[in-house]
């Protein structure tokens, strides 16, 4: 399953529904010109029944937003698009640099963890096909050797079921994090397509007199979620360049001859954990930069997901990580 792929198609998603505003630009033109007319024979006859002379430059604010509603994709969401892309592809360029340092010292890091591990004859058997067989070799057949021998087999099998089911769940938290980060991604496409959509209509309703506020809502709710993206991007970029952090301290101690690596990844699924939980906090975070209203049920709900995902995925590590500290007090027994 490629997660890209998936995210290039919500975007795809988004290009290809926003024409549809054009649509709504038909209907909210008769809405506009209605309020329009209604608002500027209220601020006349407030004028005249003053005896004050009529402002005209307030007059023309309808006549403004007409003009946004009639060439609303260019000029309202090329113009807002436009302003906010770079932000995104900055953002996505932090987090590519630093996804690919993170994979680089990974791999230099499991090398340095077998190289490890082949030092040390007590364990080289473990990881090497030929460290196995010459071991076998160098046994007899007497009925010790032949118990040492079945020992090392049920050694290697423990062994090798232990590397794959610590395999497979870290797999499976890549999954889940990676499912955070789309969930967040296609309720942040929904918004942007249903903002876009009845955009004409909110800048309509915005030329009645008492609804101006529903413009400047609009902007904020639609700046708001479109930066959802860039916050998710700089949130995968922190805890990438954590986690390469944290790698390059683990190469410099392998270095150490008598270090042990931890080759259960115990920091690894810690970090995994936090992300899967820190996503559902980007709508909250995102509201910190601009202030957008109507979406607290909504941050509730994520807020409550996450709270429930985190004790799943903390269940799971602290099942791991037990597994982890009864081996390790097993090994000091029988050294």
Same mark, same amino acid.
Do not use: N, P, Q
């Given at each position: 399953? $490629?997660?890209n792929n #998936?995210?290039?198609l919500l975007r795809g998603l988004y290009d290809e529904m926003l024409p549809l505003s054009a649509t709504m630009a038909t209907i909210a033109k008769g809405v506009?010109? #209605?309020g329009a007319l209604f608002y500027v024979a209220l601020?006349?006859?407030q004028a005249l029944s003053r005896a004050e002379p009529i402002d005209v430059f307030p007059l023309l604010r309808p006549f403004a937003i007409g003009l946004c509603i009639m060439f609303f994709p260019t000029i309202v969401l090329g113009s807002i698009n436009a302003v906010l892309s770079p932000i995104v592809k900055g953002t996505h360029g932090m987090l590519d640099s630093q996804v690919l340092d993170l994979n680089k010292l990974q791999q230099q890091k499991d090398l340095l963890e077998k190289e490890a591990m082949l030092r040390n004859p007590e364990t080289a058997y473990l990881v090497s096909n030929e460290e196995f067989d010459k071991k076998l070799e160098d046994l007899g057949w007497s009925p010790n050797d032949l118990v040492t021998m079945a020992g090392m087999?049920? $050694?290697r099998t423990a062994y090798q079921m232990e590397q794959s089911t610590k395999k497979w769940f870290r797999e499976l938290l890549e999954i889940l994090f990676q499912a955070a980060a789309l969930v967040i991604d296609t309720i942040r496409t929904?918004? #942007?397509i249903v903002l876009s959509i009845l955009g004409p209509i909110a800048f309509a309703i915005s030329v009645w007199d008492g609804f101006q506020s529903t413009l400047t809502q609009w902007l904020s709710r639609y700046i708001s979620v479109y930066l959802w993206l860039p916050v998710a991007d700089m949130f995968?970029?922190?805890l990438a360049k954590i986690q390469s952090l944290i790698l390059e301290r683990d190469i410099e101690m392998l270095n150490d001859p008598t270090f042990i690596p931890d080759t259960g990844n115990t920091v690894y699924v810690i970090f995994m954990?936090?992300?899967i939980v820190g996503y559902f906090t980007i709508p909250t975070v995102t509201g910190w930069i601009i202030q957008a209203g109507g979406a607290g049920n909504f941050t509730r709900n994520v807020s409550q997901a996450a709270m429930r995902s985190g004790n799943v995925a903390a269940a799971g590590a602290g099942a791991v990580a037990g597994n982890v500290s009864g081996q390790l007090l097993n090994n000091g027994q029988k050294s």
């Open positions: 399953m $490629d997660f #998936l995210h290039e506009a010109g #209605l601020k006349v006859w087999y049920m $050694d929904f918004f #942007l995968s970029a922190m954990i936090i992300g």
